[in-house]
C-alpha cells in the first residue's frame, strides 16, 4: 500500500517562477478535479507568445479508486499525457481493490494494453489525441495511443 514518507509540499501555479511558467512541459501530480485549475492557471500566467506546452498529469494515488472514474474522464480531457501505474489503473478500472494482494497478472502484455484501451475510450487532450503511459513495475512502461501500442522495458 502506498503511504507518502513526509509531508506534502503543494505548489501552485502562482507560486512558479516566471522562468518555470515559459517551459515546454510540465508534469502536474494531483487529483483530477485540480488538473482543470493547474493548468488554466499556468496557461494564463505564461507568456502568450509561446507555444502551447506539454501537460502530463500524475494522478495522486489517493484518487485511484473506481468512483473517480468521472473526474478522471474531466481531467484527460485538460492534459496531453496521462501517467498512472498499473495498480493504480487496475483499480480505478475496478479490476483491483485497495485490499487486493500482489497480483502478477497485471502486469502482462494483455492486460496492460486492456487498461490503455479502456482510458483511450475518453478524449485525452483538447483534440483526443492523448496518449496514456502505464508505468508496470519491473515491466517498464506500456505507452499508448489509440493508433498505437508499446512496451517500453525496463533497463
Same mark, same amino acid.
Given at each position: 500500500m502506498f503511504e507518502y514518507q513526509a509531508p506534502l509540499i503543494e505548489t501552485k501555479p502562482?507560486?512558479?517562477?516566471? *522562468? &518555470? !511558467?515559459? *517551459?515546454?512541459?510540465?508534469?502536474?501530480? +494531483?487529483?483530477?478535479?485540480?488538473? *482543470?485549475q493547474y493548468v488554466t492557471d499556468i496557461l494564463r500566467l505564461r507568456d502568450k507568445q509561446l507555444p502551447s506546452p506539454i501537460f502530463i498529469?500524475?494522478?495522486?494515488?489517493? +484518487?485511484? !479508486?473506481?468512483?473517480?472514474?468521472?473526474s478522471w474522464i474531466e481531467a484527460m480531457k485538460m492534459v496531453d499525457i496521462i501517467l498512472p501505474n498499473h495498480e493504480e489503473i487496475a483499480e480505478l478500472l475496478g479490476l483491483i481493490s485497495k485490499d487486493y494482494k500482489k497480483n502478477e497478472n497485471l502486469l502482462t502484455n494483455e492486460i496492460l494494453i486492456h487498461m490503455a484501451d479502456k482510458l483511450l475510450?475518453?478524449?485525452?487532450?483538447?483534440n483526443g489525441n492523448g +496518449?496514456?503511459?502505464?508505468?508496470?513495475?519491473?515491466?517498464? +512502461? !506500456?505507452?499508448?495511443?489509440?493508433?498505437?501500442?508499446?512496451?517500453?522495458?525496463? &533497463?
Open positions: 502562482v507560486d512558479m517562477p516566471i *522562468s &518555470y !511558467l515559459n *517551459s515546454r512541459i510540465f508534469h502536474i501530480i +494531483c487529483y483530477p478535479i485540480e488538473v *482543470s498529469w500524475e494522478p495522486t494515488p489517493e +484518487c485511484a !479508486l473506481k468512483g473517480y472514474m468521472q475510450e475518453h478524449q485525452i487532450g483538447l +496518449c496514456v503511459i502505464i508505468r508496470a513495475s519491473r515491466e517498464g +512502461c !506500456l505507452v499508448a495511443t489509440k493508433e498505437r501500442k508499446e512496451i517500453i522495458p525496463t &533497463y
